[in-house]
């Protein structure tokens, strides 16, 4: 059977779509890879996440991606992010739009479609609950906020939560069976009552009863064009992962913001079915200012396992232009048996004990490990925070040349200064709560980002030259192909982005039906029943000059290296360094990098043990990489570490990339800093005995050995590249290069001066 319309996706965009169609009388087709979940069928063996959980592990409710610079979190399953999220329908300021977004896309104008989104999810503050009364961390949150002077930038966001009589089996306006919010925590996880105005019980559902044929666990792998439209090709997992493809006039493309762009990325550059798709696909990237944190606390007062997942939020707000930070910070509850997952982040001086010097997948391995040997479970004492804001939305998804993995490319250093002002916030309101902030371990070590709002990757643009649809959405040089997610969206809308994909969804496929005949004045029907809705952040008050500064302080610091050695392919022995850079400077095999290695709270390096800083930068290695190097992201850089002697300090370069021949790397490289006789501080200090491995781990097996220099032209120059962020003030600069200096020259004179002291005659 032929469709007029296939939509693949089920998530915000999809169901909008979907909907509309259907209503619209077209013959509708939704390929979801993920499953469906009736009432109680949702995953709870929390001990074992290979039972329901991961996508990876027999197509579960989570696609967690560790992809490059980015740990990406989607969902998978009949209502897409829909079943995870936090509920949560907040409007970008009207500012967001000023930027970026094509004409006709001002607040004023999407308003209305917001309110149809607000009136299909029958969205509504936590105080709209049966009884009126609020949950113990909602009132503990409006406390915190009093404490730290930022009660006029409080607020209680809109959610989509049937906050009917709790646990009570009804009917919502839609005819789907729901329950009343019983406040069990359970949101983000899968709502086993259906409290949750999930997009199965609205959208989807009116989808349904107007024809649409729903095809679930059926993963769309390609998309092709032919004469009467467009194929699209799946894979079948409730058949064993056999392929199978349908055929329509309309594609709409929804699967997700990572995924959509995935698709048409492979579409053009591997399967070549779609050729003329832009080469701006994949640019625009977004993490939408995401940032994860726990606040531990020493006694229980939080009770997160009370009430819906998030019902409070704080703004924060400060700088004009491109350099205005803004975001929103808020509360997160869990249920009660979750509490050992979480427990990896509360037990992290366990998990990454040794830490400072781990790779990402060092860090992979041991979560994995820890969820395996079910870590000691924390009280239920733990509060999440969680906040989003306004990144520079400069990121890429692309495919790697050789093997098309896909990568997601992201300078968290770029948007340094608003992770920093967010984590500042948060350490405010976990002391304010009586405990401390505990950060993912991936941002810890890597600073390495959680992103749970992707956006962007085919932005919507006026000209074909700046995006890859036109602002309706459909994709540039081909007919009745769209893309109606967040994909679309070419920035980062600083809250919550589901009322945002959806009401520009809506946007969207209004216009989309007006071209079909006989369609022209065609209306949702359920727009005449949509009211106004109150955006809470209306209440919110900006004081003049902006929010107040985070009681927290941090400032970081950074300075750009420059090293250059000669090495030598499969040298012995191992440790032979020195022979491996006479046979390497002979025959001219060269290795360099140029690094920009930066440490994001200067006062906690200092004070951590292992020093550890992030390293980016460039590196060549002759033979290994191509004649323009590799980049190195997230490398992990250890100013003098200890060791058992105490005149003996090391400092370590853990650097990944990735070769000409598309295998991963690693360049290990250790500077010893020792007392040997003679004066040798600028050798020891300036001399890097190097490795390159085949892998991304210390432990994987050695190509190359050598060893690398600081020449003195590049040190001089390295001394004009010290930079403190976080500050506006010269003197507070000064300060803290003077504290960095102060540690560094410490640690020398721990290691060549005090010894010899202490043995003086006096």
Same mark, same amino acid.
């Given at each position: 059977?032929?469709?007029?319309?296939?939509?693949?996706?089920?998530?915000?965009?999809?169901?909008?779509?979907?909907?509309?169609?259907a209503?619209?009388?077209?013959?509708v087709?939704i390929?979801?890879?993920?499953?469906?979940?009736?009432?109680?069928?949702?995953?709870?063996?929390?001990?074992?996440?290979?039972?329901?959980?991961?996508?990876?592990?027999?197509q579960?409710?989570?696609?967690?991606?560790?992809?490059?610079?980015?740990l990406?979190?989607?969902?998978?399953?009949?209502?897409?992010?829909?079943?995870?999220?936090?509920?949560?329908?907040?409007r970008?300021?009207?500012?967001?739009?000023a930027?970026g977004?094509?004409?006709?896309?001002e607040?004023?104008?999407?308003?209305?479609?917001?309110?149809l989104?607000?009136?299909?999810?029958?969205?509504?503050?936590?105080?709209?609950?049966?009884?009126?009364?609020?949950?113990?961390?909602?009132l503990?949150?409006?406390?915190?906020?009093k404490?730290?002077?930022?009660?006029?930038?409080?607020?209680?966001?809109?959610?989509?939560v049937?906050?009917g009589e709790?646990g009570?089996?009804?009917?919502n306006?839609?005819?789907v069976?729901?329950?009343?919010?019983?406040?069990?925590?359970?949101?983000?996880?899968?709502?086993?009552?259906?409290?949750?105005?999930?997009?199965?019980?609205?959208?989807?559902?009116i989808?349904?009863?107007?024809?649409?044929?729903?095809?679930t666990?059926?993963?769309?792998?390609?998309?092709?064009?032919?004469?009467?439209?467009?194929?699209?090709?799946?894979?079948?997992?409730?058949?064993?992962?056999?392929?199978?493809?349908?055929?329509?006039t309309?594609?709409?493309?929804?699967?997700?913001?990572?995924?959509?762009?995935?698709?048409?990325?492979?579409c053009?550059d591997?399967?070549?079915?779609?050729?003329?798709?832009?080469?701006?696909?994949?640019?625009?990237?977004?993490?939408?200012?995401?940032?994860?944190?726990?606040?531990?606390c020493?006694?229980?007062?939080?009770?997160?396992?009370?009430?819906?997942?998030?019902?409070?939020g704080i703004?924060?707000?400060?700088?004009?232009g491109?350099d205005?930070?803004?975001?929103?910070l808020?509360?997160?509850?869990?249920?009660?048996?979750?509490?050992?997952l979480?427990?990896?982040?509360?037990?992290?001086?366990?998990?990454?004990?040794?830490?400072?010097?781990?790779l990402?997948?060092?860090?992979?391995?041991?979560?994995?490990?820890?969820?395996?040997?079910?870590?000691v479970?924390?009280?239920?004492n *733990? &509060?999440?925070?969680? !906040?989003?804001? $306004?990144?520079?939305? /400069?990121?890429?998804? =692309?495919?790697?040349?050789?093997?098309? %993995?896909?990568?997601?490319?992201?300078?968290?250093?770029?948007?340094?200064?608003l992770y920093?002002?967010?984590e500042?916030?948060?350490?405010?309101?976990?002391?304010?709560?009586?405990?401390?902030?505990?950060?993912?371990?991936?941002w810890?070590?890597l600073h390495?980002?959680v992103?749970?709002?992707n956006?962007?990757?085919?932005m919507?643009?006026?000209?074909p030259?700046?995006?890859?649809t036109?602002?309706?959405?459909?994709?540039?040089?081909y007919?009745?192909?769209?893309?109606?997610?967040?994909?679309?969206?070419?920035?980062?809308?600083?809250?919550?982005?589901?009322?945002?994909?959806?009401?520009?969804?809506?946007?969207?496929?209004?216009?989309?039906?007006?071209?079909?005949?006989?369609?022209?004045?065609? *209306? &949702?029907?359920?727009? !005449?029943a949509? $009211?106004p809705?109150? /955006?809470?952040?209306r =209440?919110?008050?900006?004081?003049?000059? %902006?929010?107040?500064?985070?009681?927290?302080?941090?400032?970081?610091?950074?300075?750009?290296?420059?090293?250059?050695?000669?090495?030598?392919?499969?040298?012995?022995?191992?440790?032979?360094?020195?022979?491996?850079?006479?046979?390497?400077?002979?025959?001219?095999?060269?290795?360099?990098?140029?690094?920009?290695i930066?440490?994001?709270?200067?006062?906690?390096?200092?004070?951590?043990?292992?020093?550890?800083?992030?390293?980016?930068?460039?590196?060549?290695?002759?033979?290994?990489t191509?004649?323009e190097?590799?980049?190195?992201?997230?490398?992990?850089?250890?100013?003098?570490?200890?060791e058992?002697?105490?005149?003996?300090?090391?400092?370590?370069?853990?650097?990944?990339?990735?070769g000409a021949?598309?295998?991963n790397?690693?360049?290990?490289?250790?500077?010893?800093?020792?007392? /040997?006789?003679?004066?040798?501080v600028?050798?020891?200090?300036?001399?890097?005995?190097t490795?390159?491995?085949?892998?991304?781990?210390?432990?994987?097996?050695?190509?190359?050995?050598?060893?690398?220099?600081i020449?003195?032209?590049?040190?001089?120059?390295q001394?004009?590249?010290?930079?403190?962020?976080?500050?506006?003030?010269?003197r507070?600069?000064?300060?803290?290069?003077?504290?960095?200096?102060?540690?560094?020259?410490?640690?020398?004179?721990?290691?060549f001066?005090?010894?010899?002291?202490?043995?003086?005659?006096?």
């Amino acid at each position: 059977m032929a469709f007029d319309s296939v939509v693949i996706g089920s998530g915000f965009g999809g169901a909008v779509a979907s909907c509309r169609l259907a209503q619209a009388g077209q013959r509708v087709a939704i390929l979801e890879r993920g499953r469906r979940y009736p009432m109680h069928s949702f995953p709870r063996d929390w001990g074992n996440l290979s039972k329901g959980w991961l996508w990876r592990e027999d197509q579960g409710l989570f696609d967690v991606k560790p992809i490059n610079e980015m740990l990406v979190v989607q969902g998978a399953g009949y209502g897409g992010g829909s079943l995870i999220y936090a509920n949560v329908h907040l409007r970008p300021e009207p500012d967001v739009f000023a930027r970026g977004w094509p004409k006709g896309y001002e607040r004023e104008a999407l308003d209305p479609y917001f309110d149809l989104v607000g009136y299909m999810l029958d969205i509504k503050p936590i105080g709209a609950a049966a009884g009126g009364s609020l949950p113990a961390k909602t009132l503990l949150m409006k406390k915190v906020a009093k404490a730290l002077g930022r009660e006029d930038q409080f607020f209680y966001p809109n959610i989509a939560v049937d906050l009917g009589e709790p646990g009570v089996v009804h009917r919502n306006k839609f005819g789907v069976q729901q329950s009343g919010c019983n406040h069990c925590g359970e949101c983000d996880v899968g709502c086993n009552i259906h409290a949750k105005n999930t997009l199965d019980h609205n959208y989807l559902a009116i989808a349904e009863r107007h024809g649409a044929d729903v095809r679930t666990q059926c993963e769309v792998i390609r998309i092709a064009q032919i004469p009467s439209g467009y194929s699209v090709t799946y894979r079948d997992h409730r058949k064993g992962g056999v392929l199978a493809s349908v055929e329509a006039t309309s594609v709409f493309v929804c699967a997700g913001a990572v995924n959509s762009t995935e698709l048409l990325l492979r579409c053009r550059d591997e399967h070549r079915t779609l050729p003329r798709i832009s080469p701006r696909i994949g640019h625009g990237y977004s993490a939408n200012g995401d940032f994860l944190a726990l606040a531990v606390c020493s006694q229980e007062i939080y009770k997160a396992a009370s009430g819906p997942t998030i019902t409070t939020g704080i703004v924060f707000s400060r700088g004009e232009g491109e350099d205005k930070i803004w975001f929103v910070l808020e509360e997160g509850g869990f249920p009660r048996a979750v509490a050992q997952l979480l427990g990896l982040m509360e037990s992290r001086g366990r998990l990454l004990r040794g830490g400072g010097e781990l790779l990402r997948d060092d860090i992979e391995r041991r979560v994995q490990e820890a969820v395996r040997n079910h870590p000691v479970e924390p009280g239920t004492n *733990v &509060a999440v925070l969680l !906040a989003m804001g $306004r990144d520079r939305a /400069d990121g890429e998804i =692309r495919l790697r040349p050789i093997d098309r %993995g896909l990568c997601v490319k992201w300078n968290s250093l770029a948007n340094l200064a608003l992770y920093s002002m967010e984590e500042r916030l948060c350490r405010d309101v976990a002391r304010a709560l009586g405990g401390k902030l505990v950060s993912s371990p991936f941002w810890e070590v890597l600073h390495q980002p959680v992103a749970v709002h992707n956006l962007g990757g085919c932005m919507m643009s006026d000209d074909p030259e700046d995006g890859v649809t036109d602002p309706t959405g459909q994709v540039y040089g081909y007919e009745n192909l769209y893309v109606l997610d967040g994909a679309l969206l070419p920035a980062a809308t600083g809250v919550n982005p589901s009322s945002t994909i959806a009401a520009v969804a809506e946007r969207n496929i209004e216009a989309i039906i007006r071209r079909l005949p006989g369609k022209s004045g065609w *209306v &949702a029907p359920e727009r !005449a029943a949509a $009211r106004p809705i109150e /955006d809470p952040l209306r =209440r919110v008050v900006i004081p003049a000059g %902006g929010t107040a500064l985070p009681e927290t302080q941090a400032l970081d610091l950074s300075f750009t290296e420059t090293m250059k050695g000669f090495f030598h392919i499969n040298h012995a022995p191992v440790d032979d360094y020195r022979g491996a850079e006479s046979i390497g400077r002979r025959v001219r095999a060269s290795v360099q990098f140029t690094l920009t290695i930066t440490i994001p709270d200067l006062d906690h390096f200092i004070s951590e043990s292992a020093h550890a800083g992030v390293a980016n930068g460039r590196l060549h290695v002759d033979g290994i990489t191509d004649h323009e190097g590799a980049e190195v992201v997230n490398g992990v850089f250890n100013l003098f570490v200890k060791e058992n002697n105490p005149r003996e300090r090391k400092m370590l370069y853990a650097l990944p990339f990735v070769g000409a021949d598309g295998k991963n790397y690693l360049l290990d490289g250790t500077k010893e800093v020792f007392d /040997d006789p003679g004066f040798d501080v600028w050798s020891d200090t300036t001399t890097l005995f190097t490795v390159i491995r085949e892998g991304h781990s210390r432990s994987d097996p050695v190509v190359a050995t050598g060893v690398m220099h600081i020449l003195l032209p590049d040190f001089l120059e390295q001394l004009t590249t010290f930079r403190v962020g976080g500050t506006d003030d010269k003197r507070e600069k000064i300060a803290a290069i003077g504290r960095f200096g102060k540690m560094f020259m410490g640690d020398l004179w721990d290691v060549f001066a005090r010894a010899k002291l202490s043995s003086l005659p006096f």
